[in-house]
């Protein structure tokens, strides 16, 4: 068996191996079948353009020629109008320089136009041009058709239809072309015949405007299979011009010439009885498309080259964790395996073992969640997050997302019978309001044992509104425990820091609502139409903020409630009422002094009565205030704060003793095992036992790392006797034992 495990490496792929092959199956085996598609379609789509384009030359020659002949044919039509061009005038010695006039505007018409002869029947054997009259003699004598006789000629000019005729000899390369078209009387009786000349220069322009480059040659053939006019290779003028050639020729799709491929396109015979040819060499043709093709090819090959590198580094890049995982499984097992070699699946088996064996953790750290997130949002409301950054740090910690731009407190009151702790109604609410979900709001809840209150945060949406939020939980919470309880809320803010402002304001609403005895929902902005107090009109909303912005020692909504209090106060009308206003607010700051027992505060307000105007007494009350919130901030003076730390205090120097129990703490500082059960957990975040648990795991591993004592010495005065169970439960805790931690932490 040993032999054969020797002989598997050699086809055994590692790790980064199996990373690289992944992505090449990805990505570069459906790049090169999309490529292959890509360039065949490229290829067929080019070469569709290419006979397109051809096609398309033709027909803009044809459109181009016929065009130009139409236009003679206009001009022929006016003739017969033009009293200068008729017989009579023309023989005229007089006139006729009238009629050689127009014959030359007609001339300058025309832009495949050399010149331009009429033939009167009544006088066959001679021209009028805008030279004056020839004789056919002289007229075949310049047109080199001296071939032709003059009767043959002259019979052919007389024709009914327009038509193109060619007075060249047929061994001649060159063509004299003759456009002829009948001249007709009002009566609609041929008298005649307009014989445009063409020029060659012209028609030759149009045949190399209409070419496609120099791999193709174009043809113009009238119905008796002539070529009239040609561009492009002269073998290919040779072998066209046997009339049998060519009219197979425009039969076919391909021809074979002098061993050469030519593709043919043609358009069928006009109007005009025109034919148009084009030959194509493709070889010649497809040059461009073959370049196009070659650089196809070079550019799918440098993606290739390109993609292949990528792969490479994404591959390494992504094998990178179970690299790390490689090395860490490597510190924790005795299994000699080189570095890369790991398989998935044994990466796999020792994950699911380490998880498997940490469930319980994972499980707990679960379960600590929500009460971490009590903590965030009682800090929150406390004034005790003063950045923005922070504020997001702790809140993303504890999955805490508050919907919209706008945030405020809602507070409901605990003091109540039948929601104190020990109540089933109390356990339902708390359970209920951990996070609440409505259209356009998010919430989360904390209980602020000090103030026996349930304070709730809200985020919501503008268009969702905080009373419609606000009804919808007080509904929600009848349903669910069956009391109608008061529920007040505060002040909106836009931004989350600002949001124990709310808090405060919520807190005096609530106040309010219990000492007036009034509605169940009380928002803090609708305090407004106050009594007023022996005349004066003093604001109970802004006493009641000022005193609970105190209790919470915020400076900053102290202040802020102070000046709003002052200027209420300068609107009393006579001097004697601002007096009796400012004494009122001295009176509220006295009480919260004395009740906190702020000595310094006293010695201030004392001093601070023999005051002239609110005004100059302001910055006293400020003073007052800044000295009690740094009071409150220093030595917090609220039973809550006190018993936490004189509790944790406790418990934390008598860890190990063996008599440590809930029952043990209630006897300790009388108070009820529920409510330290209770209390424990909201502070730490965990359980009375799993805080002892916790707090001797971490003495235990301080110990392991800061001194060499026996392990066992070190478990039995945490608490522990049962050594051998503990140290189980210490490795299925922390994933080594406690050996193993000693050497890796001390290392």
């Known amino acids: 068996m040993k032999l054969k495990l020797k002989k598997l490496p050699l086809f055994r792929m590692t790790g980064l191996t199996r990373s690289i092959l992944s992505y090449l199956v990805v990505f570069l085996f459906p790049f090169l079948i999309v490529s292959g598609i890509w360039f065949k379609t490229s ?76 033939l009167y029947y009544d006088k066959p054997e001679a021209l009028f041009s805008a030279d004056g009259w020839l004789s056919l003699d002289v007229f075949l004598k310049e047109a080199k058709a001296e071939s032709f006789a003059k009767n043959q000629v002259a019979e052919l000019f007389q024709t009914k239809v327009p038509k193109l005729v060619n007075l060249a000899s047929k061994t001649a390369i060159s063509k004299r072309l003759y456009y002829l078209v009948p001249l007709q009387n009002q009566d609609q009786v041929a008298y005649g015949t307009a014989i445009y000349a063409i020029k ?82 493709p070889n ?21 080259i390109i993609g292949a590198m990528v792969v490479y580094v994404l591959g390494r890049r992504s094998y990178q964790p179970m690299r790390q995982l490689e090395k860490l499984i490597a510190n924790y097992t005795t299994q000699e395996v080189k570095e890369g070699e790991y398989a998935p699946s044994f990466v796999h088996e020792r994950i699911e073992q380490f998880l498997d064996e940490n469930k319980a953790l994972h499980q707990e750290i679960k379960r600590q969640t929500p009460h971490a997130r009590e903590q965030v949002l009682r800090k929150l409301i406390g004034d005790r997050i003063k950045t923005q950054a922070q504020l997001q740090l702790l809140l993303d910690s504890v999955h805490v997302k508050l919907t919209g731009q706008h945030f405020f407190v809602m507070t409901i009151s605990t003091k109540e019978n039948t929601l104190n702790e020990f109540s089933t109604e109390h356990d339902l609410l708390i359970e209920y ?23 709730i945060l809200v985020g919501y949406e503008e268009i969702t509104g905080a009373k419609r939020i606000a009804e919808a939980f007080h509904h929600e919470i009848f349903d669910l425990v069956g009391l109608q309880l008061t529920i007040a809320i505060g002040d909106p803010v836009d ?29 803090y902005d609708a305090l407004k139409d106050e009594t007023k107090k022996a005349g004066i009109h003093y604001p109970d909303s802004e006493e009641m903020k000022l005193v609970q912005s105190l209790t919470q020692g915020d400076y900053a909504v102290a202040t802020e409630t102070i000046h709003a209090l002052i200027e209420v106060g300068v609107k009393q009308g006579s001097p004697n009422a601002q007096k009796m206003f400012g004494f009122y607010l001295l009176n509220t700051l006295t009480k919260f002094a004395s009740k906190i027992d702020s000595h310094d505060a006293l010695m201030v307000a ?15 009350l400020l003073q007052i205030a800044q000295l009690l919130c740094a009071l409150v901030q220093e030595k917090p003076q609220n039973k809550e704060s006190q018993l936490k730390q004189e509790l944790f205090d406790f418990i934390n120097k008598n860890y190990a003793a063996s008599q440590l129990s809930l029952e043990w703490l209630a006897e300790e500082f009388d108070m009820s095992v529920s409510y330290l059960s209770r209390f424990i957990k909201k502070e730490s975040g965990l359980t009375f036992s799993k805080y002892i648990q916790e707090l001797r795991l971490n003495k235990i591993k301080q110990a392991l790392v800061e001194t060499n004592r026996p392990i066992k010495d070190i478990i039995r005065d945490a608490g522990y006797y049962d050594v051998s169970n503990y140290t189980r439960k210490f490795r299925t805790i922390v994933g080594v034992t406690p050996g193993q931690y000693r050497t890796l932490h001390q290392n």
């Open 433 to 455: 309001l951990q996070t609440v979900k409505g259209k356009g709001y998010t919430a989360y809840a904390t209980e602020i044992l000090s103030t026996q209150v349930i304070a």
């Open 200 to 281: 060659d220069s012209s028609i030759q322009q149009l045949l190399d405007q209409s070419t496609f480059g120099e791999e193709s040659s174009n043809f113009i053939v009238n119905k008796q299979n002539e070529v009239l006019f040609h561009t492009g290779k002269k073998e290919l003028l040779t072998y066209l011009k046997e009339k049998e050639q060519l009219q197979q020729v425009t039969k076919k799709t391909h021809v074979k010439i002098e061993q050469q491929d030519y593709q043919i396109q043609a358009l069928d015979k006009s109007s005009f009885d025109l034919a148009y040819i084009s030959l194509v060499d």
């Open 43 to 118: 290829k067929d789509s080019i070469n569709q353009q290419v006979t397109l384009s051809a096609r398309n030359h033709l027909l803009q020659l044809q459109s181009a020629f016929e065009n130009n002949l139409m236009q003679l044919n206009d001009l022929s039509h006016q003739i017969p109008f033009d009293n200068k061009l008729s017989l009579a005038q023309t023989n005229h010695a007089y006139y006729a320089t009238e009629g050689q006039q127009s014959l030359k505007k007609s001339r300058l018409a025309g832009s495949i136009v050399a010149d331009v002869f009429l």
């Open 495 to 523: 931004n989350l820091i600002e949001i124990n402002r709310s808090f405060i304001e919520a807190l005096a609403a609530l106040e309010y609502a219990y000492s007036q005895k009034s509605q169940k929902i009380i928002f």
């Open 606 to 620: 004392e001093k601070a009565t023999d005051f002239h105007s609110l005004y100059d007494l302001e910055p006293n």
């Open 284 to 304: 010649n043709a497809l040059d461009s498309v073959n370049q196009v093709q070659r650089n196809l090819l070079y550019f799918i090959g440098f993606i290739l």
